[in-house]
């Protein structure tokens, strides 16, 4: 439950993150980790696979690539193509 006065989608410090293309990539990028058991649930603390989901979480991503296709930083560029390759290598070796 969050603290008196602050929401519970602020951070410790009460701050809101950033809305922007790395953190929505950042956060998209933690959800397939999750969905391929390579991270923990933040929730539960523990790790589970959801193949399914971790294939629509790459094919997401897939979208994102193609639509932002040339409007993207050299920091987002790598992130993403980085996150993408990542991802489908692991969910390759989990299928």
């Given at each position: 439950m969050a603290a008196a006065g602050m929401a519970a989608d602020t951070d410790?410090?009460?701050?809101?993150?950033?809305?922007?293309?790395?953190?929505?990539?950042?956060?998209?990028?933690?959800?397939?980790?999750?969905?391929?058991?390579?991270?923990?649930?933040?929730?539960?603390?523990?790790?589970?696979?959801?193949?399914?989901?971790?294939?629509?979480?790459v094919q997401l991503l897939t979208v994102l690539k193609a639509k932002t296709a040339g409007n993207r930083s050299p920091e987002e560029e790598q992130y993403l193509v980085t996150m993408l390759a990542d991802l489908s290598d692991r969910l390759n070796k989990a299928s």
């Open positions: 410790a410090a009460g701050q809101v993150p950033e809305a922007s293309l790395l953190n929505f990539l950042s956060g998209l990028g933690s959800q397939g980790l999750m969905q391929v058991g390579a991270l923990p649930n933040p929730l539960t603390g523990e790790r589970s696979v959801n193949l399914a989901y971790a294939r629509y979480t």
